[in-house]
């Protein structure tokens, strides 16, 4: 058993320190309706890694992160540019245009690798239960600094994100603000997918943030909530995962998509229970 906790030990911290940047910003992406922006940034920064894999360098060396790093902020520049109330076109189309884009291009640089197939599995799912110490305090300080950042800029970001006619008024220069905010995202996504793949990254950001929706308005609680389901989640899916000798970034979303299930059915039957319970 203690071998199994110092294995689990660093993959566990990792897993926190993820829900702990993904909750947060799934709130504001939620609240802009761009549900699959992580996604899409996401497999931007898997394209770029495929690009840094095809010109020779090491998957997890700095030259293929920095790589990755600038495929994703010019998928945060192009998103910025794209936002506008005023198109026919909603932004969610540009998204998926960029994520099905990328993903093909992913597929066809991947195709002319020996290992071809592994490399894909390993841009979906990660591979959580590698992840160094190093890369776990570099990651927490990393995402750190960008909280740090989102606190210092919270009006503009959350009034943006909330109610864009009134940044308007308020004089806030949208496009502006929407680049800092999709380009510090950018920074989380690149480090992020790196350990725990585009799948497993998408989760962390939506479904902590989806059901927090459903029990509250208030965003303190929906961050408890978030932070709380992350939790709960990367722990029972770690020990699913040793405990079936199953893939452990498969397994955590399995348990988030059960945990969400559970969750909406026991929210259903309290106010069906609430609404016939006499006044």
């Known amino acids: 058993m203690s071998d199994v906790l110092q294995i689990m030990f660093w993959p566990f911290l990792a897993s926190l320190v993820l829900a702990g940047i993904h909750a947060y910003l799934g709130l504001h992406v939620v609240e802009r309706g761009v549900i699959f922006v992580d996604l899409s940034l996401a497999q931007v920064a898997a394209l770029g890694s495929a690009v840094a894999l095809l010109a020779g360098y090491d998957l997890h060396g700095r030259a293929a992160y920095f790589l990755s790093l600038g495929f994703t902020l010019l998928g945060a520049g192009l998103f910025s540019v794209t936002r506008s109330r005023r198109t026919r076109i909603p932004q969610e189309a540009f998204i998926g245009i960029v994520y099905a884009v990328s993903a093909a291009l992913a597929i066809l640089i991947m195709d002319r690798l020996p290992e071809g197939a592994e490399h894909i599995k390993h841009i979906l799912v990660g591979n959580l239960l590698a992840v160094s110490p ?40 949208v496009k502006l603000w929407d680049f800092l905010f999709y380009a510090t995202f950018g920074f989380v996504v690149t480090s992020s997918v790196s350990i725990a793949g585009v799948l497993l990254v998408f989760t962390y950001l939506i479904v902590p943030s989806v059901t927090a929706m459903l029990f509250s308005e208030k ?16 722990l029972l899916g770690m020990y699913f995962s040793y405990r079936f000798d199953a893939p452990t970034g498969a397994t955590i979303i399995c348990v988030f998509g059960a945990l969400l299930i559970v969750l909406s059915a026991l929210r259903g039957l309290y106010f069906t229970f609430a609404l016939k319970r006499p006044a």
Do not use: C, D, Q
């Open 134 to 173: 190093h890369e776990v305090k570099k990651m927490a300080l990393l995402y750190a600094f960008i909280g740090v950042l989102h606190w210092l800029w919270r009006k503009p970001f959350l009034t943006i994100s909330t109610n864009p006619e009134e940044a308007s008024r308020k004089g806030y220069r």
């Open 219 to 234: 965003v303190g609680a929906r961050l408890a909530i978030g932070w709380s389901m992350g939790a709960a989640a990367s």
